[in-house]
């Protein structure tokens, strides 16, 4: 098995399901110390044994002081994975000034969060070390970058959250940092299969939701932790500032 990420510390929110938790697996199995949060402690405890190079914490992205002192218990990371977020379903019209409060803290400024607490212990590593040090935010090319009905809250986010790593990007390139916006399809975690259980017509919806894919499925969280591993890796040490698309071919 290669160690792509040997040597390195890589920090995943809401690692315990979905793509999160095979991101940390999939990062893990590639040699890296990973620390996995969550707000669910139950979930948590399956991961951390799943791996002997796992470690969890308890964390709400939604909470500054927790944020900045798991920042100052974990000290420098090289990776930060914030994966955190959720989908609010609706048009302009549907959209409560709850569902879009709510879907811009956990999806845009829990990332501000994070990375403000993480950011400067991870220049001074890449300034010691005179490496680089990578952020991977969750972004979606759901209305993001490709429009879709009844997710006007979720796009807005979405497209924030490419606004928001660019602006790194370009902020502290010349300090080592990369940051990168991860833009999946539709995949097939805890998340969408609750969506489609909670529709008028949970059949169809799971229809609907692979006829969008060109490929024909949807995709796994298998198909997108490799791109977290490659992102995290020295291997994309010359990609910055970019929402790269593993989509199944949606935005062809």
Known sequence: MTQRLAGKTILITAAAQGIGRASALACAAQGAQVIATDINQVLLQTLQQDSARIQTHVLDV???????ALAHTVGDVDALFNCAGMVANGTLLECSEADWDLSFDLNVKSMYRMTQAFLPSML?????TQGSVSIINMASMASSIKGFANRCAYGASKAAVIGLTKSLAADY???GLRANALCPGTVDTPSLRGRIASAADPVQAEKDFIARQPMGRLATVEDIAPMVVYLASDESRFVTGQALLVDGGVTI
Do not use: N
Not at 124 to 128: F, G, L, N, P, V
């Open 62 to 68: 939604r909470d500054t002081d927790a944020v900045q």
């Open 124 to 128: 001074a590593k890449a300034e010691r």
């Open 173 to 175: 390139v010349k300090q």
